[in-house]
């Protein structure tokens, strides 16, 4: 079976652009959550979405924003890049019913670089 | 805010040594504990996940972690590693019964293995 996917791999961008990064969850999954890795740090959540909604968010600023489809897809957006930005971005899904057992897997992640 | 420690932030052990990873939990009521490893060029793949039973929780490639409530922790362990066991080890935790309907993951910082031949 297929796992997470992610796209692109990696991507460079200069400060004030706009970026989205796309995820393809584990084939019978319906949520997807995103995290943010920067180097030397374990990855922060950003979002998480479930059946289309918007499940939860993490501290991070209304730059980001995210969506999910009705194949359970989703897309990451991130505007007006700062170079803080720059990181590994994760996605990981699961069967997100019921908080007590669900686990998350993860993709291979998309490397942003913002110049 | 719930927050993940790990002790270590570099291992380096020798083929045939043992391994303990510690990581501890800061939060007061019932949580989830995973492990997670990244191989060099690899994803986070999960290696075991403690939801609750038996607090002895035997994972992939022969590691497994003990979830001692009374200390917050769950530490890593391997009786004997190898060098494929080089790797990136992250623990995790989500909080259950916050009545949210779902959960998320807090990480540690990770522990970086370098196992030597």
């Known amino acids: 079976d297929a796992g997470v996917t992610q796209s692109p791999t990696h991507l460079i961008k200069t400060r004030g652009q706009q970026v989205t990064l796309r995820c393809s969850p584990i084939s019978g999954h319906k949520s997807v959550s995103w995290y943010q890795q920067v180097l030397g740090q374990g990855p922060q959540f950003i979002f998480q979405y479930y059946e289309k909604e918007e499940r939860g968010r993490g501290n991070f600023p209304d730059r980001f924003s995210a969506r999910q489809f009705p194949n359970y897809s989703s897309e990451l957006n991130v505007n007006a890049l700062l170079l803080g930005d720059s990181a590994l971005y994760l996605c990981a899904s699961s069967f997100g019913q019921g908080e007590s057992t669900d686990t998350q897997y993860f993709g291979p992640g998309t490397r942003l670089t913002v110049l | 805010a719930q927050s993940v420690s790990q002790h270590n932030h570099h291992v380096i052990l020798s083929e045939a040594a043992s391994l303990e990873l510690g990581c501890n939990y800061s939060y007061g009521g019932t949580v989830n504990l995973f492990w997670y490893v990244q191989y060099p060029g690899q994803h986070l793949q999960l290696l075991l996940k403690?939801?609750?039973?038996?607090?002895l929780v035997k994972g992939i490639k022969g590691f497994e972690a003990e979830f001692i409530k009374s200390k917050f922790s769950f530490n890593l362990r391997k009786p004997s590693v190898q060098w494929s066991d080089t790797a990136e080890y992250f623990c995790a935790v989500t909080l259950v019964g916050l009545n949210s309907g779902y959960s998320t993951l807090t990480f540690g910082k990770g522990t970086m293995l370098l196992v030597s031949p």
């Open positions: 403690y939801f609750s039973g038996d607090p």
